[in-house]
């Protein structure tokens, strides 16, 4: 059973990469197309309310490795992928904290933790 899972979470992760970076002839790479900016000028900000812009899980966007998540969470179920998902999470801010601490930048700690949350959430790990 544990093969099964496993080479069901490998072929997810290649259908999830393959289908995220599939060349067309004219244009290139089309997760490099998608991630182009739309519609604003280079130095313009979006306004802002008082209200944070990162998403939760159940709203999250669908992105490269939202297959490889969808598979995931069929083959080891939703608690399972819950409780390895928080564990990633927790490790990678464990080492974002480790290097901002040894870079002498421990007070952008914060930011980069919401950075790679927002980074996340765009290229599909958080669905």
């Avoid at 399972?80 to 490790?91: E, Q, T, Y």
């Avoid at 007070?107 to 996340?120: E, F, S």
Wanted: aromatic content about 10%.
């Amino acid at each position: 059973m544990k093969t099964f899972r496993a080479i069901a979470i490998v072929f997810a992760v290649v259908v999830a990469v393959a289908s995220g970076f599939s060349i067309s002839s004219t244009s290139g790479s089309s997760f490099v197309i998608s991630q182009r900016a739309r519609g604003s000028p280079a130095g313009a900000c979006p306004a802002r309310s008082g209200v944070s812009s990162l998403q939760m899980g159940s709203q999250a966007k669908f992105g490269v490795f939202s297959p490889a998540v969808y598979g995931a969470k069929v083959v080891l179920g939703t608690d399972k992928l819950n409780k390895v998902r928080g564990k990633a999470i927790s490790l990678h801010s464990q080492y974002i904290g480790e290097f901002c601490e040894w870079a002498g930048a421990y007070h952008l700690r914060t930011r980069l933790i919401k950075k790679a949350k927002t980074n996340g959430d765009i290229l599909g790990f958080l669905v």
